[in-house]
């Protein structure tokens, strides 16, 4: 979680940070602080909440410090407040540090560091570091963080800046992303790339135990052992700038109306002669034939896109599919068999639980294949296999275009598993991909009719508690509906499998206690309905997201979401949208920060 941001050049250091750090907001925004050295003296500013807020004290500052580092905070060790804001320094203030991770021996190393006289301000893990650098400092700047750097256990980024060497900025990589910009006569870095893309394309990722050293005019790279590595220079294409608001208020309404394009894109470049096509698969097919069942690990919304797909892949390949929270795989000591195959999902690619489940499965000999949309991150680069879904950025916290990119992903991918077990037809293959290339036009018919979601919002906007249901591939729909719900709005929303309410639930129901009912038309839509019947006798306000058309099942309800006819495979890409939309203006109603919901950050970098 947290963004780090560094600057070396001819610019105002302040604006270059503050600018970088809006960009890396996303990652957390509990407290923002810089760290710049001007004329060789060091000055630490942080304040508690955003980065306007520290822009706005800086302002008055006006700082002509042309070099720095900054911090955007979503706080693990410590309260939310200045005090526990980075940069934090050693006791001189004369060292300065910014950190995403976390240091697990911190308590170990701060007793030691106590003992020998050194006096902590904050109650964060991040202290111990420019302490510990500055015990060192004999050793020169460099050799003192890689010492500092070989006491400390867990994972972290880091950057340094000091008043013993203000020419330079060092940074470290071990298990959090860190990337370097490269420019004329300056130089930057960032945990991602969305934060240089104002001021460069041309970028260097540290690998994993790499350390650079960055000044002006040269960048370094070292590895773990202390040797130089060439950098591999990338270049960023134009996609991954698109990064700006346009004409919407909110990144999450921009990204809702991405959708269509985002299915369009991928039925571009993934059907191809009428089967999907990856080219980029380095697995051979003879090897994905033969596994025998797959085990999806991911979280929260990339969760719920791999319980859509376990219906795919059991239906479309006839493979046994099993869907795990990443939190809970990584230590369940999970039975894997060698034909098992791993297959992890990741918006950001950098979620810490699904990088160790990642790792869990490679320290059991078997293949992961992972979708990511953030092309090499930590997942990507850590599987055997990444297959990139195309989303382009997501920056609303509330993951929307990305959800339905992997299950976009997923559904490809069980067409694809199906045909080379040779249990699909060629002309049902085609027919499926036929209907997915139509569905980018009633996505767009959904999302020319927002009225019914707007006046729905208006309705449910006071309730205290909610409830989502749905049967089949609806049921990920109803449990990703609950959490867009809770996520942006507060409100507590909780999603079921239809048939379980009688079995719980149905006592929370109150008159007039909203129940969105997921019920395209499919086998199940009856027995969903009936379900819905029994809610709505017991007093609640219940919303069908229901098939243009079906007025049997829309008589039920007291306010109906309706969607174009699909396929029932492809309804989940087409009933999520309404709920999408519904979570989005019940927050706008309520008042809520939709992009930032408070708590939360949109990569989830510790465990
Ligand atoms: O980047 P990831 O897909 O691995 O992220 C997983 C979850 O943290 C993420 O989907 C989260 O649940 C979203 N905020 C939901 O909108």
Request: net charge negative; hydrophobic share 45%; proline share 5%.
């Amino acid at each position: 979680m947290c963004g780090i941001m560094g600057y070396t050049g001819s610019k105002r250091a302040a604006t270059v940070l503050l600018d970088g750090l809006a960009r890396l907001e996303y990652r957390g925004y509990d407290s923002a602080g810089v760290a710049l050295l001007e004329d060789g003296t060091l000055f630490v500013r942080k304040r508690a909440g955003r980065v306007s807020e520290l822009a706005e004290s800086l302002a008055a500052e006006g700082f002509a410090a042309d070099m720095g580092i900054g911090h955007t905070r979503w706080a693990t060790h410590g309260r939310p407040t200045e005090r526990n804001a980075h940069p934090h320094t050693d006791g001189t203030g004369s060292i300065a540090v910014v950190h995403n991770g976390i240091i697990e021996n911190h308590e170990e190393l701060r007793a030691k560091l106590e003992a020998v006289g050194c006096r902590f301000v904050s109650d964060t893990d991040t202290e111990v570091i420019p302490h510990l650098i500055a015990e060192n400092l004999h050793l020169g700047i460099e050799d003192a963080v890689r010492a500092a750097c070989a006491a400390l256990e867990g994972a972290y980024a880091i950057a340094v800046v000091s008043e013993a060497a203000p020419d330079r900025m060092i940074a470290v990589r071990k298990g959090s992303p860190l990337v370097i910009g490269l420019g004329e006569g300056e130089q930057f870095l960032a945990s991602s790339v969305d934060a240089l893309l104002p001021f460069t394309r041309r970028v260097v990722y540290l690998e994993d135990g790499e350390w650079a050293v960055l000044t002006r005019d040269s960048v370094e790279i070292f590895n773990r052992d202390g040797n130089p590595v060439e950098p591999d220079v990338k270049t960023l294409d134009a996609a991954a700038a698109d990064v700006e608001l346009g004409p919407y208020p909110h990144y999450m309404l921009k990204e809702i109306h991405e959708q269509p394009g985002v299915v369009r894109r991928m039925s571009a470049e993934r059907i191809r002669d009428g089967r999907p096509v990856f080219d980029e698969m380095t697995l051979p097919n003879s090897e994905l034939a033969a596994v025998e069942r797959v085990v999806v690990q991911a979280c929260g919304t990339s969760w719920h896109a791999g319980l859509v797909g376990k219906y795919y892949l059991e239906r479309l390949a006839g493979v046994h599919t099993d869907v795990e929270i990443s939190s809970e795989f990584r230590y369940c000591d999970p039975v894997l068999d060698p034909k098992t195959l791993v297959l992890s999902i990741s918006q950001s690619g950098e979620t810490a639980d699904v990088l160790e489940g990642v790792r869990l499965a490679k320290g059991r000999a078997l293949r992961t294949l992972s979708i990511v949309n953030v092309e090499r991150s930590s997942i990507a680069r850590e599987s055997h296999q990444a297959l990139y879904m195309g989303a382009g950025v997501e920056i609303g916290v509330a993951s929307t275009k990305a959800f339905t990119a992997e299950v976009g992903m997923l559904f490809l991918l069980a067409l694809h598993l199906g045909r080379i077990r040779w249990r699909l037809r060629p002309e049902f293959v085609a027919e499926q991909l036929d209907a997915f290339r139509m569905l980018p036009t009633a996505m767009e018919r959904l999302l020319s009719s927002p009225d019914d979601a707007d006046r729905i919002a208006a309705g449910i906007k006071d309730a205290h508690s909610m409830f989502f249901i749905g049967r089949g591939p609806s049921y990920p729909i109803a449990l990703e509906g609950a959490l867009k719900m809770k996520e942006i709005s507060y409100i507590h929303a909780a999603g079921y499998p239809a048939g379980e309410l009688k079995h719980g639930p149905l006592a929370l129901i109150e008159d007039g206690t909203p129940v969105v009912v997921v019920c395209p038309r499919d086998g199940v839509t009856a027995k969903t309905v009936s379900n819905a019947q029994e809610a709505r006798s017991r007093g609640a306000f219940v919303i069908g997201v229901v098939q243009e058309g079906d007025d049997e099942a829309a008589s039920v309800f007291d306010e109906v979401l309706a969607i174009p006819a699909a396929p029932e495979m492809l309804s989940p890409l087409l009933t999520v949208i309404p709920l999408q939309l519904l979570a989005y203006r019940t927050a706008v109603l309520r008042g809520c920060n939709v992009d930032k919901p408070r708590n939360l950050a949109k990569s989830v970098t510790v465990e």
